[in-house]
């Protein structure tokens, strides 16, 4: 029975997490019986293999600085569990979940009296939480991020204002590949018919794939590099980067709050669905403040200065060769210390290669999910050091640091949740 917010989140863990087919009937007949929620406000379709929850926070601090009132949903959570569902950038309360989650369990009750096989499984239950909060909530959009590819997605049962797609890179093989191909056409599916697409830098043979899905649709283009464009990029120190932003019609010059050029790239994605949200409205002053307070945790967040300590959430390989990369040019003369712990289901095997010719050295551990992948799950190198414990972990990794040297922790976004918790605690 749910009645505190430690019940309601028993009870939506304890749902199971797939159904025999990919079919988004399930959700669909719950947002039906609520008389389809997520239809009674514009929202923005969110999907890319990296990038995702910097496009809505950004966007979602445009809008709500622009004087709109905001739904975002966000996946997965870093320190929070709330933090998936926010109104104007703050998490749902604790008494909103336990209401919202006893509302919805109606809904499947009341469905099963006609289907007793009918369920949920817990991102479905969520996603119509989620859309029904938002209309309780009056928002005037709702920024909705995927949770996994596009087309088969939960979330995929709304007409949007517009769609993101921020790239398309390896990850989820098994669930939308294995190939690029298949994960592209699958991102693709977010695409609505003359609705418009705002897209990152990809890949030509993606970029295919992608292009011609909106063709077919007659959804208009809007592509970085082509459409609109950044340059200027100069980082100013450890958590700021300025840049320059212009598309046909408007151009701005400012920063974001973060040393990651990605975080650029994630910024321009926003501003430019922006112009197309909010076309008739253009206050750089205002663009420049919603950007400085967009910050978002296990982003190449700073820990500590000196020795300098990061936590990102990277956890496939194009965004932890990225994150590496990027770091060795910010201090190329410093030794570069890892410590890494993923979910099973990611290629590990490429990404340490990546840290044995990157890193001085690593220390691989696990954490309290049980999608979080034990010792005899990697095979190590020569650099590596597998430690059970990750607090123990931690600390053998921090103080190994000096002032020569960086330690970079990555791999899981709940990993870095983990590690913020406990040096918060401290």
Known sequence: MVTDCQSALAYIHSLPHFHPDKSLNYVQRALDFLENPQNSYPTVHVTGTNGKGSVCNYLTHLLTETGYKV?????????????????NAQAISNEQLVTWTQRIQRVVSDLQKSDPDYYLVEFEFL????????QEQEVDYGIIEVGIGGKHDKTNVITPQLSIITNVGHDHEALIGPTLIDIAREKSGIIK?????????????????????????QAPWHQLTEDFKVDRIQTLDLEATQFSWQNSLRHFQGQVPSSAKTQVWDAALALESYTILVPDFWDPKLIHRALSQASLPARQQ????????????????????????NIRQLEPQKRLLVLYSAMV???REEILQVLEKMATEVWITTFSENRAAKIQDYHLLTKMKYIESWPVAFKQAVQSCDSESILVICGSLHFAGEILNLVQAD
């Open 193 to 217: 018919a003359q609705r418009p697409v705002v897209v990152g830098e990809l890949d030509s043979k993606v970029q295919d794939v992608i292009q011609k899905k909106a063709q077919e649709l």
């Open 345 to 347: 289901d990611k290629n």
């Open 127 to 134: 996603v119509v939480l989620m859309f029904a909060f938002f």
């Open 302 to 325: 700073i820990l500590a200065q000196e020795p300098l300590i990061i936590v990102d959430g990277a956890h496939n390989l194009p965004a932890i060769t990225t994150l590496l990369e």
């Open 71 to 87: 739904g975002t949903f966000m996946s997965p959570y870093i320190q929070n569990f709330n933090e998936r569902i926010q109104i």
